[in-house]
């Protein structure tokens, strides 16, 4: 049987870790926030002219159309990429009108046009969602577990369960943070998305361990301490938490290799806050629940 | 015995289900019988704007000018007319809504597979402003007299401007070319060419003849004619007395007049769209002629245009439309009758769409768009393509997965996955007859690809729990029944916690949200049937003693996992 929870200590440090580490990315750098928080313009084009214009000869025709933080970025295809806040849509015509003039057979793949309100409203929605997520999962765990017997209560774990979730996203969000420093990858509303996700189905591994603790505390004798029984819960357990994880990582895998440029970064989101979901409902969720124990014995 | 047969009857059920959902999700099974291929094929999904190309815009409705109790009424009234507008497009199924968001009235416009997005979002928002008005006799009003004397300022700065330029050693023919309003001469550098005097106009003339100024020279002052404020200079010159010639050339920065602005040209009448009472197209010369658009106006207008068109008599009135002279025809007598005829020079089509959009006046509130999404087509069916094979990479790795690790119960699992799959698509097919229309969207894709990964956990759970319970020396039968029993509390709550988030994500509800949260909660219903409810049927009904002695077939453990 493996030592899982007697080792707690390491696993405590090294999400610590992550933690801190996560933490220092986003108050260093932030999120590089996408045009859903902060209003603004995303324009895909397709030059007919081969070779297509160079970024400088695009800023230079965009240049008497006064935009505010413009940034261009060639893409395959002879295709570019712009960015810039817009406060009305008459800025997304005059841009076009431009590139018209650049290149007359111009294709508009797309256009995302977000104005400030809606923006602030995204913005809003997030903060209310991944809040209401996360009260809402406390709720139904601590309903579900509550003829749950002994020192520790169903509180408890749904404390435990969304502790390990909050674990799981602040690392999501540090890497992104990591990503959007490096790599100029923006978080935009499918960010939001996977973050819910992510807190809806990582907890599913978690319940299955505390199902089995619940199951194996009712027939335990009272001989076997709590330690002990979590453990072996645990070690049940194990097997199916990786599986059950293994199946969905391998569908995420699929949507972040082919799944196409929209959807990859969403994948990755998803991917990353599960792996850290079944890493921490193993040796996270169910090892708060010994530590809660000992705090309350110990009193 | 009788449960036995409940079983077979349960099977059964499960093979029709299957059949009747895998011909509707995939009619290519049946081409060879062309009848039935013929009616499954017209059952489709429907796919959303970023996967099939088109336009969403959401539009804030301003209703602060309307009384409340009066809100709803416009609003519904300015959806009406949206509705109507976009229908002159002809694009399939355009979608028009009302929606609020917080304290914001929104209206949502949706309009698959069109191509030119500037031209609609004009046709949309815009009102065609039709206005007549009489020749205003060189009496032009305040604001068009302020924006003219601006006009003149500015070009009389920038001459001044230039002529700084060159005396700060510019060459004159690069200035020429990049300021001078002159088309003449202005690619020619302001080029003249050799002239006698008095070919120009007199202020122009005395500067190249009568002034001191040499070949070479620019002359240091702006010369202002009835043309503009001009920068001259004198090239060189030949001949004497009546033969002098001069070569000169000149930089333009014109002068505007009422001219330049047909629309200073005329006055306003008070006559305007708001008073018509009707639009229809009409033809020139019974039914021959190009086609022309007749007017009715109300009383007001009739009124109006009577007393207008007496006292124009001899003059022309001009019918301005969005700011721009369509027709310029002269009053021959009084009109007043009320109607009155524009011929434009407009085809059929242009006729048509005119006609209409007067028709149906302008929007009861005004609107600003505040958000839009719009993709190309082509851009569309490529992210179909990629998350429709990103979807088959999931579905069969898992598959993979599945067998390798559950062996039979594994392919069982895997079944219960296309069955999955092909129940999802028929909803989808279906759902478009209700009034619960699933749109599917490229994060919907993204949502099902997710959820191929979920469905098959309970699967899991299940197995590895019967397994758990063979490993006890439980037959098989007993070990799949408890596995069923026991797994199901964790199932449950995974599903529910899971159900909580995404009936979240679908409250707050944008477009990506949504599409992928409503198909990611139907997935994770529906795979609970699949995995739960079919997989057991089939379990049991397979089920026997004779699994006993294939143990490979369970991949039953030797022995218990903690000794």
Redesign the interface.
């Known amino acids: 049987?493996l030592q899982i929870i007697q080792k707690r200590k390491y696993a405590y440090a090294f999400s610590l870790l992550l933690i801190v580490a996560s933490v220092v990315c986003v108050s260093l750098w932030g999120l590089k926030l996408g045009i859903d928080f902060k209003g603004g313009t995303l324009m895909?084009v397709r030059f007919a002219l081969d070779p297509a214009p160079e970024v400088r000869a695009i800023e230079g025709s965009l240049s008497e159309v006064a935009l505010q933080s413009l940034t261009l970025q060639p893409t395959d295809n002879r295709g570019a990429l712009l960015r810039y806040l817009a406060s009305?849509?008459t800025a997304?015509?005059q841009v076009?009108t431009k590139l018209k003039t650049l290149d007359p057979n111009i294709?508009?793949?797309?256009?995302?046009?977000?104005?400030g309100?809606?923006s602030e409203?995204?913005k809003k929605?997030?903060f209310?969602?991944i809040a209401?997520?996360i009260l809402?999962?406390l709720l139904?765990?601590a309903w579900?577990f509550r003829r749950v017997s002994g020192v520790v209560t169903s509180w408890d774990y749904g404390a435990g369960a969304v502790i390990a979730l909050a674990h799981d996203i602040i690392i999501v969000i540090g890497l992104f943070a990591l990503l959007g420093k490096f790599f100029d990858i923006e978080v935009g509303?499918?960010f939001?998305?996977a973050l819910?996700?992510i807190?809806?189905?990582s907890?599913?591994d978690t319940?299955?361990v505390y199902?089995r603790v619940r199951?194996n505390l009712m027939r335990s004798s009272h001989k076997e301490d709590f330690e002990n029984i979590v453990n072996?819960s645990l070690?049940?357990?194990i097997?199916?938490s990786v599986?059950?994880s293994?199946?969905?990582?391998?569908?995420?895998?699929?949507?972040v290799?082919?799944?196409?440029e929209?959807?990859r970064y969403?994948?990755v989101a998803?991917l990353t806050g599960v792996v850290f979901g079944t890493y921490s409902s193993i040796y996270i969720a169910s090892a708060l629940l010994v530590s809660r124990y000992k705090m309350k014995t110990d009193n | 015995m009788k449960q036995q047969v409940k079983i077979r009857y349960q099977f059964a059920l499960v093979l029709l289900l299957g059949l009747v959902c895998g011909l509707i999700s995939y009619p290519q099974a049946v081409k060879f019988l062309p009848p039935v291929f013929a009616v499954l094929d017209q059952l489709k999904v429907n796919k959303g704007l970023?996967l099939q190309g088109g336009i969403h815009l959401?539009y804030?409705a301003d209703v602060s000018q309307i009384e409340s109790a009066k809100v709803s009424d416009a609003l519904i009234a300015a959806e009406a007319v949206i509705e109507r507008r976009v229908n002159a497009f002809g694009v399939g199924e355009p979608l028009v809504q009302l929606s609020r968001?917080?304290t914001?009235e929104r209206i949502i416009v949706e309009l698959p597979g069109i191509k030119n997005?500037?031209q609609a979002?004009k046709m949309i928002k815009e009102t065609p402003f039709l206005e007549f008005r009489e020749e205003a006799d060189g009496v032009t009003d305040e604001d068009g007299q302020k924006q003219l004397d601006m006009l003149n300022t500015s070009s009389k700065e920038r001459a001044i401007a230039t002529l700084e330029q060159l005396k700060g050693g510019q060459d004159f023919a690069t200035l020429a070319k990049e300021f001078s309003a002159d088309p003449g001469s202005k690619e020619n550098g302001g080029d003249l060419d050799f002239a006698k005097s008095g070919l120009f106009v007199p202020e122009f003339d005395k500067v190249l003849f009568d002034t001191a100024l040499q070949a070479g020279q620019v002359y240091p002052d702006l010369v202002e004619t009835q043309f503009g404020y001009h920068i001259i200079k004198k090239i060189e010159e030949r001949g004497e007395g009546d033969e002098l010639e001069v070569r000169g050339a000149h930089i333009l920065l014109r002068k505007y007049s009422v001219n330049d602005f047909p629309k200073l040209a005329f006055k306003a009448t008070g006559l305007s769209g708001k008073n018509l009472k009707n639009a229809f197209v009409d033809f020139q010369s019974q039914g021959m002629g190009s086609p022309q658009i007749a007017l009715q106006f109300d009383d007001e207008g009739t009124n109006l245009f009577a007393e207008i068109t007496k006292r124009s008599i001899g003059k022309s009135v001009a019918i301005f439309l969005d700011d721009e002279i369509i027709s310029q025809p002269t009053v021959q007598n009084e009109i007043v009758g009320g109607q009155a005829v524009i011929t434009g020079d407009f085809t059929m089509q242009e006729a048509n769409d005119l006609v209409k959009r007067l028709n149906e006046g302008a929007l009861p509130v005004p609107i600003?768009?505040?958000?839009?999404?719009?993709?190309?087509a082509?851009?569309g069916e490529?992210?179909l393509k990629?998350?429709l094979?990103?979807?088959v990479?999931?579905?069969g790795?898992?598959a993979i997965?599945?067998v390798f690790?559950y062996r039979l119960l594994g392919v069982i699992a895997v079944l219960a996955l296309l069955l999955y799959t092909a129940m999802l698509l028929t909803l989808f097919k279906l759902s478009v007859f209700t009034p619960f229309a699933i749109t599917v969207t490229?994060?919907g894709?993204?949502g099902f690809?997710?959820s191929?990964?979920?469905a098959?956990?309970a699967n899991?759970?299940i197995f590895?729990r019967t397994r758990?319970e063979l490993s006890y020396g439980k037959g098989v039968i007993r070990s799949l029944k408890e596995g069923f029993r026991?797994a199901w509390?964790?199932i449950r709550?995974?599903h529910?916690?899971?159900?909580?988030?995404?009936v979240?994500?679908i409250?707050?509800g944008?477009g990506?949200?949504k599409g992928?949260?409503v198909i990611?909660s139907l997935g994770v219903l529906l795979s609970l049937f699949t995995a739960v409810v079919l997989v057991r049927i089939t379990t049991t009904f397979i089920a026997g003693d004779w699994m006993e002695r294939h143990p490979w077939l369970l991949a039953s453990p030797k022995k218990r996992?903690?000794e």
């Open positions: 049987m895909e009305d849509e997304n015509e076009l294709t508009l793949l797309r256009t995302d046009f977000i104005g309100s809606v409203q995204i929605n997030a209310t969602g209401l997520s809402g999962i139904y765990i579900a509303v499918p939001i998305a819910l996700t807190l809806g189905y907890v599913n319940i299955v199902d199951e072996r070690n049940e357990t097997g199916r599986n059950t293994m199946t969905v990582i391998i569908t995420l895998i699929a949507i290799l082919f799944g196409g929209s959807i969403f994948g998803l | 970023d959401e804030r968001s917080g914001e997005v500037e979002k600003t768009l505040v958000a839009q999404q719009s993709v190309d082509s851009l490529s992210a990629e998350s094979f990103a979807g990479v999931g579905l790795a898992v997965y599945m690790y490229l994060s894709i993204a690809i997710l191929i990964g979920i098959v956990d899991v759970l590895e758990e026991r509390p964790s709550d995974g529910v916690s899971t159900l909580i988030t995404t979240i994500l409250g707050l944008t990506f949200v992928f949260a990611l996992l903690d």
